[in-house]
């Protein structure tokens, strides 16, 4: 499935704004699903957005609807996620993920090592 790199991650005051990357190397992904995921320690990984195949709508998990913004540059092989109006709660180690079959749940084929983000209030 190739390798996935974010960047993007940092610190950043409640109510402000990151972008997130993902960069995909190998094959291309525009035909894959991507998933946006974020990891807390000792918490299961939470799916927060999903640019699936064969659907053109980006479905969003309640916590972050209308503050995050998934989207996919296929000429660039690389998806983002625009989050503003951050809450400390947001606070997490951000991963992207890839897999070839259609839905947004685990398991995926390949993550990306993650970037961290923490929200200060």
């Known amino acids: 499935q190739g390798q996935l790199v974010e960047s993007g991650g940092g610190s950043v005051q409640a109510g402000g704004s990151l972008r997130l990357s993902c960069a995909a190397s190998?094959?291309?992904?525009?035909?894959?699903?991507m998933g946006w995921f974020r990891q807390v320690p000792g918490k299961e990984p939470e799916g927060i957005a999903c640019?699936?195949?064969?659907?053109?709508?980006?479905k969003y998990a309640d916590s972050v609807k209308g503050r995050f913004t998934a989207s996919r540059d296929s000429a660039k092989n690389t998806v983002y996620l625009q989050m503003n109006s951050l809450k400390p709660e947001d606070t997490a180690v951000y991963h992207c993920?890839?897999?070839?079959?259609?839905?947004?749940?685990?398991?995926?084929?390949?993550w990306g090592q993650g970037t961290p983000v923490t929200v200060s209030s």
């Open positions: 993920a890839v897999k070839a079959a259609a839905g947004c749940i685990i398991p995926y084929d390949s």
């Open positions: 190998g094959r291309a992904f525009s035909t894959r699903t």
């Open positions: 640019l699936a195949r064969r659907d053109p709508t980006t």
